[in-house]
């Protein structure tokens, strides 16, 4: 399983008033006023265990869910979990989660005031699948407005980078990287052209992509010291669409594979592979939205392996286990309400094995005021042909 998607939704924790970072498909509430009777009632009560605001399925059986009750770890693929919030940590002050593997495993917490003197930011690490965990560094914070979330991504449990993205509005994407080789005990602060995800396929050579409009890409061959804009050619019918970037991932065959959503009239989603380290990129495979994509176009997914891809499109999943010769369509339909679901998240082990992240806007009934945002997590063990919701 790679580490890389539009939407990696696994690495941070969105705030509800926005859309989740780094490309997700929020399909907008349905709030205009209309006219009918009858009881009113609460759409928060459809909402099953507590909010989910990120995750990520780590191994086929194991990974975690951050939850306005705390972190929450499973063994069993989400039939039971376990509570792994270090003590005296806030939910609220949680900004990224990532575990290398099911032991290895990283999250920074804001500490201290947002003021002109600038925040701390803490980042706390384990190597027992969250047991215990211990305080490795406090990364100073530049932005005299804060950090709003980041990103985490570690090669091994020795080399990894955190980029810390500032609380700004949707016009700037503005954002501070740090580098660690030993572990988390120490830290280099770097510099990074926007305040986008990131993913790193080596000690050296890594990406980021987001900015504003999410039509930037960023290469870096020298571990995030340097950064060259890099760009694909958009596929046939979508050539006056909008490119939103996903982060190339790193496949079993030393391929790059890399999602790129466009938005506009023509909307959909391409995917591009690459042998030479993202020098120049052959175009896999290309699908058009089942409706018309914003700026940016967002849309969740996931890179298993060089043949093995999921994407979400709305409620319904598409699958592919031969680089997109052939796709599968599954319908995700966990909670009935009265607005349109969105699935806000990917995360798949194997063709088989996969998490969902889903959104949805429940409305009283009768009046389309007072909706409330309800999100579940589901996991498929037939490759999206039936989804069970996960209670963590």
Known sequence: MTRSSIARCRQSRPNWARAMLAGLILLPLLLAACSGSGAIEDPAARQTGAPVFSMQLVTSTSGWALTRDGLRWTEDGGITWSAITRAGISV???????????????VTASVGSSDASGASVALLSTSDGGHTWGSQASLPVASPTGISTGSIDFVDDQNGWVMLRAATNTNFSLGELFRTSDGGLTWTALDIPIGGAINFVSVSEGWTAGGPAGDQLYVTSDGGNSWERQAVKPPPG????????????????NELVLAVAFGGPSSGVAFYSSSDSGNSWTLRASLASSQELGIPALLSADVVDSRVWALADG???LITDDAGANWRQTMVESIPGNAPEGIVGLDFASSEIGWALTSTGL???????GCTVVSQLLSTEDGGQTWTVRTP
């Open 92 to 106: 609220n002050d949680i900004k990224v989660v990532f575990f290398l593997d099911g032991k290895h495993g990283w």
């Open 238 to 253: 979508f050539e006056a669409s909008y490119p939103t970037y996903g982060l190339p991932a790193l496949t079993n065959s």
């Open 363 to 369: 409305c009283p009934p009768g009046i389309k005021l």
């Open 315 to 317: 409620a319904r999943v």
